[in-house]
C-alpha cells in the first residue's frame, strides 16, 4: 500500500551512474528517488539524453510513474511492470543509440512479451558501446545467463556523430529465470574478430584499419578475421565516420572487446593501432568477461536463482563498484570478493561470487 | 543298550560356509526357469520395465534445505475439537523425549532421531489458523472422529492443502472404542478410508487408535504411527522452496516499558524465534505475517540451537540409537522444563525448595537431570559480589591497547553526546583495524553506563526474576553462544537528547531505575562475546563463572586475527567504507579515506540519505555515464614495447606457460607449425620465465608441480580416450539434470564455508536450519496484547516483486461444494501467497482471443478468468478464496480455487454497451437515426462504426446532422422500417476496484470474529434498509396490442379508371337461397329404414357415453376427497416438524448466546 511504498523508496544524489539506479529500480520494483542532479551546474537538470531514456523507460513498462521536477534537478521514479513489445525510440543525437540499449539489456529478458525494439539515432560513438560490440559482445555475455534464442541486433543502418541517422532493431526473448552461472577459467585467446566499418568516406579506409591492427595482433594467434563492413546509400546515415571493434574469445568462450573510433584528423591506421592495443590492454587485465560488461554480468548473477554463481573478473571499474553498492540497496545482495588465485599476489584477477536472489520473471503471462 | 536308546542329534544346518550359501538352490541358479518362452513376451515384459521406469521420474527440483542441519519437519495435527489432537501430541511428544506435557501450547520441537527433529503444531478449528498451517506443514497428521465420520472443516482443510502444494498427509482414525459392535466398526473403518482415498490419493496411509489409557493412546499404536513419522520423505513444494519462512515458537516484545505504560497503543517492537525454513533469509527481506500484515524486519541474529540434533560425527555413526541424553525438546510456549516464555515475561517454576550446588558436583549430566530455568536459577547463585562492588572494580580502557584505564568519572565526563537510545556499538571489527576514537568512545561510555554489562549480568538477572516482568536472557549452560551476531546501529551518531544521564542513575540497584534499558540487555550480552575481551579475561576467571563465559577471550582473539591479516579487502572497501568508486579502483586502502566502520554503522539506514556524489563538486567537468572509458593514448603507448608485447603471450593458445591452465595444449603445436619465424624466442621466453622459479623452489616445490602437470596431463588424456559413452551418453535428461543441481548444491555449500559469519550472513543471508531471532519493528500492538498461542505466527518471507500491488490475473472455479454462485465485483477472501485478503474480483471469460468480455457469474463448473487488486504472486502459484471466515451457516465455506496466470498494471476487461437508436427519416438504403447520441461531437468519435437494425440489416453511421442534437444519417444494405430499432454494439473496458484488505485475524481479541467488507444486500439486511427499486426497473405483464390494419379502399374514380385486370371485384353477398337449400328430397322406403336405424345406433351410443362420464366425474370425485385428506394429513406432519425445528434452532441460538463454542457440522 501506499505507507509500504515511501518506506522502501531509495533516495540518491548526483547524476551519476544514472541508468545502473533506473535499471535496478524496474528490476527490483523498489521506487527511486535521484535528487540534486547537476543542480550546481549551470545548465542544471536531466540533460535531453536521459530525459529521452526516461520516456523510454515509459515506453518499455506498464505502470511506471515517473515525476521529474520544474527544474529537472530531481526525479521520483516508481516502477510498474516490464511490458516490452514492440516499440520504437528516436535517440538524440547528444547520445549514441547503445547508451540507451545497455540498460535495456538487463531489463529486456524479464518482461511480459518479447521485445521488439527498434531505436534511431547514433550507431558508433566513442562514449559508448557501439552496436557492433552490443551484438558481438554484450549479446554473448547475455547468452551466458540462458537468454539466447531469438536474441538478435539487427544493424538496418549506420549513423556515426554527429548527425546519426542509423537504426538498429533489437529482438530479446523473455525467460523465466536467469541462469545461475559458474565462470571461473579465463582459457586462453583462440581467436581475434573483428569489425571495420566505414560509412560516408573511402572504402578504403576500412582496409587500412584492417592492415594496421593485424601488424599488432599477427604476432599472438594466426586465427585473426577482421571483416570489413562497408554500408553504402541511405544505410550509411548522415555523418562521416569509420570504426574498429575488435574481440578476442578465449577457449571458455570469455570475451573481451576493444573499439576505437574516428575523430577528426587521425588517420585509420591511429584508430587501428589504438583499438589493437587497447585488445591487448583488455586482455592482459584478465578475469572471464569484458571490462565494460561487468555491470551487465553483476547485475545479472544477482538476479539469478538462489544458488551461488561465481564470475572471475579482472579489476573493477568504478562504475562496477558504485553498482555493488546500489545492488546491495536495491536486492539486498552483496558479493563476495576474494583474489582469484590466493597463491600469486601480484595477479589484480578477482573472483565474484554472489548467493541469486531468485529472482523469477513475475510479468511473463501464463495463460 | 544305552547308545541306542539316546536320541540321535538333531542335524544342525551350516550357518556359513559354501553349503550355508547353497541352501535353497542346491543346484545352483536355474537360469531357464526365468527365461522367456516366447519372443513377444519378452518384449512385453522389457516395455513393462521401461514403463515402470518412467513413473520412477518426477519434475527434479533441487531441495533448498540443507541435508546436514535441515530445520525440524513440522508435523501439524489437524481436525475438529474433541477428536484428540492434544492427547496425539501428549502421546508422541512422551515417545520421543520421555517428557509428559501439561499444556500443549505453541510449537513444541522433539529430537526424534540422529538426524531428524519434528516440530508438532496442534491446529484450532479456525479457518484461518487452517489455512495458515496448510501452507507451513511438512506433515499432516489429518485426525478424524471415527464414530462421527468426516467433518467439513476436515474438507476445507484439504482443499485448502491443495490449493497452496500438497503436504503429506496421513489420517488418524480416533473414537473407534466408541463403536460398540465390531461389524460396524469394520465397516465404519472401511467406508471412511473410502472417502480418505478419494481425497487423499489411493492407498493413502490410514491409522487407527483404538482408545486412551492413561490420557494417552495406545504405546504400540504410537510407537507404529512415530516410525512413520520419523522415516518420512519429503518432496520439495515449489512455494517453500523459493520463500523463506519460520514459525515462531517463542514472541517478546521488546518495546520500553514505560513507553508503553505512556501509550499502550504504541507499535511494538517485537521478536520472534524460530527456526528458519524455506530458503536463505535475507536482512534486507520484506515479510509477512499472516494475520498481521507486511512488517520490516529491523535486525535477524542467530541464535544458539536449542534444540539440537546429536553433535559429533562419530556419535552418529557409532550409536544406534539416541542417547538419552540426546532427546531434547524445546516447547517455549508450553511450559517445558520449568520455563515458560510468554510474551512479555518469562516464567521459571522452581519444584520445591533448591540449594545452591557445589561447582563440579554436577557436571555435564546436570544439563539433563535439571531443568533449563532452575539451571538458570542456579547460575544466578554463581554471584560473588554485588552490582556496586562489580562497578567499583571496573576499569574500563579507551582503546583495547591503552595500559591506563578510564576511571568512571572520566569516562562520564567524556561522554558529550551519550547515546541511551537502544543503540550499541558493534565492536566486531572496531579492535583490529585501530580505528577512530568516536566509536571505541561509545563502547567505553557503554561500559560505564551499563555498569559492566558482563559481570553484572547476575544481579539484573535476579532482579529480573523477582520482578517477573522482564525478559531473561540468560543462555542455557550447555548452549554457549558461538556465533558473532549482528545488530543494526540505528541511532548511532545522534545527538543525545535527554541530558540527564547522570551516575546515580546508571548505577542504581533497583530495577525500576534501569528500566529503560531492557530493551538493550539482550544486545549487550550478544556483543559481549567480542567486545570486552580483556576486562572479561582479566576479571572473571574465577571457577565460579559460568561456562557460558569461559572462552570469551580466545574467541576476541580469534576475530582479531580474522580482522588483521586480511590484506586490501575489497569487500570491506565496498561495502563498509566511505571511499568513492574512483579510490577504490585506483587501489585506496581503508585508511586513507573514512572511516570504515562509522560508514559500516550508518550503511544499513542513513545510507540512503547521505549524498553519494557530495565528494565530487562540480567544479571539475562533468562525468559522463559511459561505459567506455576515456582511453589516454601515453597508457597506450606502453604496448610498444617489444617485451611487453611478448609478456602477455601466455594468455593466447599459442603461447606456453602457465601450463597447468586449461589452454589447449595440443591445439598450440598445429599453431606453431603454421606460424612460422614469429614464434621463434617461444621456448626460450618460457624457458626464462620457468627459470629462476625453478631455480628457488625446493625439491618438494618441484616435486609438486611435476604431479600437478602429470594429473593435468593425465585429465587430458582421459578426456580425449575414454570412451566417451561410458558416463555422458548414458546419462539421460533426468540424470543430467539431478547431477547438475547435486553439482550446484555442493557449490553452494562449499563457497561459504570458510567465511566467518558475519560476512556469510551479509552474503549469503541466513541458512534455513539455523536458529533465528527476529526482530520487527512497528508492529501493531493488538498482535502482542491479543496473543493467543493457540494461533500459529508465522513470517513468511516476500520475493522483491511480492511486496507490489497489481493486479492479478487468475484462473479461478467455483468450488462445486459451495453453494452459491460468485458474482462479480462481489468481495471474496483470498489466500494467496502467505497472505490472506479480501480484494473485489471482476470474472470474465476470453471471448474468441478477442477480448476479455465480463461476466456477471462465475460460470457452472468451468473456469474462468477473474482479475483483482492484490499483492503481486508469480504465476503459477496456487490460491484459494473463501466466501466467509467466519463461523456462520456457510455449508461449505471455500468458494473457489484457482491458479496465478499473469500480473499487469491495467486490465483489459470489457463489457457489453449496446447504444439504440431510432430512424426518423427513411430514404432508399439511407436512413436518418436520432436517440443513440447526445450531441454532434459523439456521433463524430463514432463515425464509420457498424449498426445494425433488431431485423439482423447492418450498417455504417456516416455523418452528423446538424437539426436535432445528436442525430446521424447512415446507410444501410437494405431499406429499414420505421419501426425498427437501430443499434450499435460497444465494448466499455473496466477495471476492478482497487480494494485490499488483508485479514487480520491474529489482531482480534477474538480471532474467529474479523469481519472484511460486506455485501451490499448484508448491509441492508444488517441495517433493516429496504432495497431500493426504481419504478422503471419493476416487471409488469406485457402488452402487446394486436395490429390492426385498415381495408383497402379504392376511390371510385381511380377504380372506373383502371383496367379490369387491376379492378378491385366488389360482389355483394347474395340473398336468395340456392337451388341446393330450395329442393326438397323424397326418400324409398328401403332409404328411411336405414336411416331410421342409423339414427337409433346413434342415439344408443350417446346415451352409453353420457353415462360412462358420469361415472368418471363420481369416482374423479372420490379420488379428490381422499386427496384432500392425505394432503392435510401431510400438512399435519410438516407444522409438527417445523415446529420441532424452530424449537431447536431456539436452543441452540440460546447455547450460543451463553457462549457455547460452535456446533459440529456433518457433511
Known sequence: MPSQASSSLLRYTGHEHFRNRIVLSILSGKPVRIDKIRSDDKDPGLRDYEASLLRLIEKVTNGTIIEISYTGTSILLKPGIISGGSITHDCPLSRSVGYFLEPLLSIAPFSKKPFNLTLRGITTDDKDLSVDLIRTVSLPHLQLFGV????????????????????????????????????????????????????????????????????????????????????????????????????????????????????????????????????????????????????????????????????????????????????????????????????????SELLLSCYGTGYINANRTLA | MDERERPQKPHRAAKEGTSAKNKGHDKGFNEKAFAFKSGRRADRQARRTVEKDQTRLHVPLVNRTPDDEPPPVIVAVVGPPGVGKTTLIKSLVRRFTKHTLSEVKG????????????????????????????????????????????????????????????????????????????????????????????????????????????????????????????VMKFRPLVFRNSHPYLLADRIQDLTPREQVRNEPKCDRTITLYGYLRGTNLKESTKVHVPGAGDLVIKSVSLLADPCPLPASESEK?????????????????????????????????????????????GGDDDDVVQGEGEQMVMDLQDLKSTLADGIANKEIRLLGSSSAPLTVGKSRHSLGGADDSGSESESDEGEGEGSALGSEDDEGEEDGEEGSDEDDQMEEDEDEDKDGDEEMNVPGPSRGRSSVRRHARSTRGLPADTAGISGDIEYADSDSDLGDLDGMRQDFDRDGVDLDDEENSGEEDDDEAPRWKSDLATKALESFKQNTKRRRDLVKLIYASDLTPEQIAAGAELGDGGDAKGAHGDGDEDDF????????????????????????????????????????????????????????????EGYEDEEGDGFEDLEADADADAGPSTSQSTEEARAAALAAKKEALKRKFDEQYDDPDEEGAKMDFYDEKKDEMARQ????????????AETRALVEGYRPGSYVRIELADVPCELVDNFDPAYPIIVGGLLPAEERFGFVQVRIKRHRWHSRTLKTNDPLIFSLGWRRFQSIPIYSLDDHSIRMRMLKYTPEHMHCFATFYGPVTLPNTGFCALSTLGLDLAPFRIAATGVVLDIDRTSVIVKKLKLTGVPYKIYKNTAFVKEMFNSALEVTKFEGATIRTVSGIRGQIKKALSKPDGAFRATFEDKVLMSDIIFLRAWYSIQ?????????????????????????????????????????STYKAVERPSRRFNPLRVPRKLSAALPYASKPKLMKPQKKPTYLQKRAVVMEPEEKRAITIMQQMKALRKDQVSRRKEKKAESKAARLKKLAKDEEKKSEKKKDEKKDIMRKIGQKAKFEAEGGSRKRRKT
Open chain 2, 745 to 756: 548444491l555442493q557449490l553452494n555449500r562449499e563457497e561459504f564455508d570458510g567465511v566467518d
Open chain 1, 148 to 347: 539466447s534464442d531469438g536474441l538478435e541486433l539487427k544493424i538496418k543502418r549506420r549513423g556515426s556523430a554527429p548527425l546519426g541517422g542509423g537504426e538498429v532493431q533489437f529482438l530479446c526473448p523473455i525467460i523465466k529465470q536467469a541462469k545461475t552461472i559458474n565462470f571461473v577459467s579465463a582459457g586462453k585467446i583462440k581467436r581475434i574478430r573483428g569489425i571495420a566499418h566505414a560509412v560516408r568516406v573511402s572504402p578504403q579506409f576500412s582496409n587500412r584499419m584492417i592492415e594496421a591492427a593485424r601488424s599488432v595482433l599477427n604476432r599472438y594467434i594466426p586465427d585473426i578475421y577482421l571483416y570489413s563492413d562497408v554500408y553504402r546509400g541511405d544505410d550509411s546515415g548522415k555523418s562521416p565516420g569509420f570504426a574498429l571493434s575488435l574481440l578476442a574469445e578465449s577457449t571458455t568462450s570469455a570475451i573481451h572487446c576493444s573499439e576505437s573510433v574516428s575523430s577528426p584528423g587521425i588517420s585509420p591506421e591511429d584508430i587501428a593501432l589504438q583499438a589493437a592495443r587497447s585488445l591487448l590492454n583488455e586482455v592482459s587485465r584478465g578475469g572471464c568477461v569484458d571490462r565494460k560488461h561487468q555491470n551487465l554480468v553483476l547485475i545479472m548473477m544477482v538476479l539469478g536463482s538462489e544458488d551461488v554463481g561465481r564470475c572471475r573478473m579482472g579489476e573493477l571499474s568504478p562504475r562496477s563498484i558504485q553498482l555493488l553498492r546500489d545492488i546491495r540497496d536495491f536486492f539486498g545482495t552483496s558479493f563476495k570478493i576474494a583474489p582469484s588465485d590466493p597463491a600469486t599476489p601480484d595477479s
Open chain 2, 992 to 1032: 476492478p476496484r482497487k480494494f485490499y484488505n488483508p485479514v487480520t485475524s491474529l489482531l482480534l481479541a477474538n480471532k474467529t470474529e474479523w469481519t472484511g467488507m460486506r455485501l451490499t444486500g448484508q448491509v441492508r439486511r444488517e441495517q433493516g434498509i429496504k432495497t431500493p427499486l426504481d419504478v422503471n
Open chain 2, 609 to 668: 540519505f547521505r549524498p553519494k556524489g557530495a565528494v565530487k563538486t562540480s567544479l571539475a567537468e562533468e562525468v559522463l555515464d559511459q561505459t567506455k572509458e576515456d582511453v589516454a593514448v601515453d597508457a597506450l603507448a606502453k604496448w610498444e614495447d617489444e617485451a611487453l608485447l611478448d609478456s602477455i603471450r601466455h594468455l593466447f593458445i599459442t603461447g606456453s606457460g602457465g601450463g597447468d591452465e586449461d589452454g589447449a595444449q595440443p591445439d598450440g
Open chain 2, 317 to 361: 555413526k557409532r550409536m544406534r540409537k539416541l542417547s538419552e541424553k540426546n532427546k531434547l525438546i524445546h516447547a517455549p510456549m508450553s511450559d517445558v522444563g520449568g520455563v515458560m516464555y510468554d510474551k512479555d515475561a518469562v516464567y521459571i517454576n522452581v519444584p520445591g525448595s533448591f540449594t545452591r550446588r557445589q561447582d563440579g558436583e
Open chain 2, 107 to 230: 510449537p513444541i520441537t522433539v529430537v526424534s532421531g540422529k538426524k531428524r527433529r519434528l516440530t508438532f503444531i496442534e491446529c484450532n478449528n479456525d479457518l484461518n489458523s487452517m489455512i495458515d498451517i496448510g501452507k507451513i506443514a511438512d506433515l499432516v497428521l489429518l485426525m478424524i472422529d471415527g464414530s462421527f465420520g468426516f467433518e467439513m472443516e476436515t474438507f476445507e482443510f484439504i482443499n485448502v492443502l491443495q490449493a497452496h502444494g500438497f503436504p503429506k498427509v496421513i489420517g488418524i482414525l480416533t473414537h473407534l472404542d466408541l463403536i460398540k459392535k465390531f461389524s460396524t466398526q469394520r465397516e465404519t473403518k472401511k467406508a471412511l478410508k473410502k472417502r480418505f482415498w478419494t481425497e487423499i490419493y489411493q492407498g493413502a496411509k490410514l491409522f487407527y487408535l483404538s482408545g486412551v489409557l492413561n490420557g494417552r493412546y495406545p504405546d504400540t499404536e504410537i510407537q507404529n504411527l512415530s516410525r512413520f513419522v520419523s
